[in-house]
Nanobody, 125 residues
Framework: QVQLVESGGGSVQHGGSLRLSCAAS????????LGWFRQAPGKEREFVAADAWRGGSTFYADSVKGRFTISRDNAKNTVYLQMNSLKPEDTAIYYCAASAFWSGVIVSQKNYDYWGQGTQVTVSP
């Protein structure tokens, strides 16, 4: 069992930066891939970024490549999402999630077993 709690959301202007954190409790944090997903108003939840627990791979949605960076600190049981050059279209609730998989399937939310409650990110024009 893994419990996930996101923090760091807020309101910024176009071009600004935010860093989201997701603290995990439970066992074997280092044996889970961690992902970030987001859901904008009226839209389905979509993949943003993921860090595989095995092999050292990271994955990004095309819309955030070069602007967002996912990282983790296994000693702190925390995963981060550094978001730079934010755009109004990045406005959404951001969720972190944990998966036992480690291959490219971690871009799909159906492969995640544990989810946080979400944190709101609002980017104004």
């Amino acid at each position: 069992q893994v419990q996930l709690v996101e923090s760091g959301g807020g309101s910024v202007q176009h071009g600004g930066s935010l860093r989201l954190s997701c603290a995990a409790s439970g066992r074997a944090f280092s044996s889970y891939s961690l992902g970030w997903f987001r859901q904008a108003p009226g839209k389905e939840r979509e993949f943003v970024a993921a860090d595989a627990w095995r092999g050292g791979s990271t994955f990004y949605a095309d819309s955030v490549k070069g602007r967002f960076t996912i990282s983790r600190d296994n000693a702190k049981n925390t995963v981060y999402l550094q978001m730079n050059s934010l755009k109004p279209e990045d406005t959404a609730i951001y969720y972190c999630a944990a998966s036992a998989f480690w291959s490219g399937v971690i871009v799909s939310q159906k492969n995640y077993d544990y989810w946080g409650q979400g944190t709101q990110v609002t980017v104004s024009p």
